[in-house]
């Protein structure tokens, strides 16, 4: 973990990359230099543990760069992956006791991190933050809605085809010579098949049904150029 204790300078927020998309982005100059006073910036490798589940809340923060997964374990010690976060994404619980699920990075990331009781302090004295927090939490319900629907409604063609036009939404690079999208996985196949409640050889074989249609090609285990999305599309539903 590498960890800058010292407030965040305002150069730093100038320059963000997710500054627009972020829980400050409604945030007047000010505000934010009242804010930059109580954040830090924090480093995470992959596979580090930013908060555990059950413990106590005591960190929230920004995601700038990176994916990290919101994981629960049932009581025989089985790991549930909850969801994923990404780049402009809030992570932890403002105004809560403890933290409901475990926080791990998936891959090497970069935030902006809070003590929560300085956060909630700051949230009730600036309404902006307060509403922005709220628009977040109505989201984010939203999400984990029409993530039940997935789960619960769609064959498995339709899981996978919807989890990766989520990836190329959230993470994909287009191809300088046309339409094409890449996506560097964060997640092995038996992370995947976790994520959509299948298993890993149904996600290989739903892959392979893929890349043999021509909708997505499979240059290595943890990239996946997107060839067809309107193939996808449809096969999602």
């Excluded at 935030?111 to 927090?133: G, M, W």
């Excluded at 319900?141 to 063609?157: F, S």
Aim: charged share 30%.
């Amino acid at each position: 973990m590498h960890d800058t204790q010292n407030p965040l300078p305002k150069s730093y927020c100038d320059a963000c990359a997710i500054r627009n998309r972020a829980i400050c982005a409604d945030l007047d100059e000010r505000e934010i230099g009242l804010l930059n006073g109580i954040g830090r910036r924090r480093k995470l490798s992959a596979g580090e543990q930013l908060m555990w589940e059950g413990d106590e809340a005591v960190l929230v923060a920004n995601v700038i760069e990176g994916v990290l997964k919101l994981s629960s374990h049932s009581a025989d010690g089985k790991e549930q992956i909850l969801g994923l976060v990404y780049p402009s994404d809030f992570l932890g619980r403002p105004f809560g006791k403890t933290s409901p699920y475990g926080v791990e990075a998936l891959t090497d990331a970069h935030i902006c991190v809070f003590e929560r009781t300085d956060f909630d302090r700051f949230a009730r004295e600036h309404p902006r933050l307060e509403h922005k927090l709220l628009e977040r939490t109505l989201s984010e319900l939203d999400r984990t809605r029409r993530w039940m629907l997935l789960l619960g409604r769609m064959n498995a063609e339709q899981k996978v085809a919807s989890f990766l036009l989520e990836m190329a939404e959230r993470l994909g690079t287009n191809q300088a010579s046309g339409p094409e999208t890449t996506v560097s996985l964060p997640l092995s196949r038996q992370q995947i098949a976790d994520v959509l409640g299948l298993t890993i050889e149904t996600v290989s074989r739903q892959l392979t049904r893929l890349r043999g249609a021509g909708a997505i090609d499979l240059p290595s285990r943890r990239e996946i150029v997107l060839r067809d999305t309107a193939d996808l599309e449809a096969r999602a539903g």
